[in-house]
């Protein structure tokens, strides 16, 4: 760290000195205008960019080498992330098939990315999503009513054996994906763009939670897919009453969790997120006993129950996660933040 002092002129005006290779660095002349943005830490950002213009960010990827379409479809989620606005897809030669069909499935699983020229040697996909349109508060509350709908439809599907409706469940897995694919692009932008920082009025910090919380509510999608696969084997078989009506009762308790939780997120209350953390203890006990029901059961029957409670307590067990991050997050923040105020 470079130690300046505080200088001051004309009995009121304080003034420090730039640093002249940052200076230079930044190419900056006399009388050129600098902005000046307060952090919620209290530090003062000094920055070049005095609009609040967007920054644009080309990506150039080559494909002539890529040969694997999973592997060009990483790279492109990637690029996304990291919150390009333009990228440009070249080859020597002629797109293989191949290339045109990943770019399709990319716009179509991203929110925001476009086509806007296609040759026979470049693809340029532009992101015409303003990043400030889409709050973080609205995209996790889409995200949680998702993947609660998708917990509760796949435990419908095992009570009524409709195997129909455990396939729309896996379908569906999309959906949380490219929401939390949004966040995470949302955070990178914000981290580089201090003016989308105040744009959106989310300070780097609270960035880096609501993308944490997007991470673990894509999780809990990730396993109402799981109990959703689990469920297709055995929809021709007849359970035990006493078994579904355990899991039924776990499901309940594992998404009441799940529920307080993102209500205690949005409320700002620590005690209630405590008290979601202790409740686990409670749902880890039945998926216990519903491991030791279907022991009895046959073998195939007893396998995919069993990972359907594993699936059931680790949704649980997220959401405790999310409760552990409030717990966090309200610690970071001043301590009148502390006493249950709601987020707005």
């Known amino acids: 760290m470079e130690i300046r002092r505080v200088q001051v002129t004309g009995g009121s005006s304080f003034v420090v000195t730039l640093p002249k290779d940052w200076a230079d660095g930044q190419k900056i002349k006399k009388n050129d205008p600098v902005g000046l943005i307060v952090q919620t830490d209290g530090t003062l950002l000094v920055t070049t960019k005095v609009t609040d213009e967007p920054v644009h960010k080309v990506r150039e990827i ?24 333009m990228i440009r897809i070249t080859t020597k030669q002629r797109f293989p098939p191949f290339v045109r069909a990943v770019v399709r499935d990319y716009t179509q699983m991203t929110i925001g990315q476009e086509v806007v020229e296609e040759t026979e ?14 709050p973080f508060d609205n995209t996790i509350r889409r995200m949680f009513v998702i993947v609660k709908n998708m917990h509760e439809d796949a435990i419908a599907a095992l009570e009524t054996q409709n195997k129909t409706l455990a396939e729309d469940v896996v379908a569906r897995d999309t959906d949380p994906d490219r929401l939390n694919w949004l966040v995470a692009r949302q955070t990178n932008m ?34 109402a897919v799981r109990i959703a696969e689990n469920v297709q084997p055995i929809a021709g078989f007849d359970l035990d009453r006493k078994i579904t009506s355990a899991i039924r ?88 933040m502390t006493k249950g105020k709601a987020r707005k």
């Open 62 to 85: 080559d494909s002539t080498t890529i040969s694997d379409p999973a592997f060009l479809f990483r790279i492109l989620i990637g690029t996304y992330i990291t919150g390009y606005t």
């Open 190 to 223: 914000l981290m580089q763009n201090a003016s989308l920082s105040r744009r959106m009025g989310v300070s780097p910090t609270m960035a880096m939670h609501y993308f944490m919380l997007s991470r673990i509510i894509e999780r809990v999608g990730d396993h």
């Open 249 to 336: 009762k776990a499901s309940t308790m594992s998404m009441e969790i799940f529920n307080k939780s993102i209500v205690s997120f949005f409320n700002s209350d620590m005690k209630d997120a405590h008290r979601n953390i202790e409740s686990i203890a409670a749902l880890e006990k039945i998926c216990g006993d519903i491991n030791n029901m279907v022991l009895k059961q046959d073998t195939m029957i007893a396998i995919h129950v069993g990972y359907i409670a594993e699936s059931i307590r680790r949704s649980g067990e997220y959401a405790g996660d999310i409760s552990e991050t409030i717990i966090n997050l309200l610690m970071e923040q001043e301590p009148e």
């Open 121 to 134: 040697t470049v693809i340029a996909i532009k992101d015409l999503l303003n990043p400030a349109e889409m």
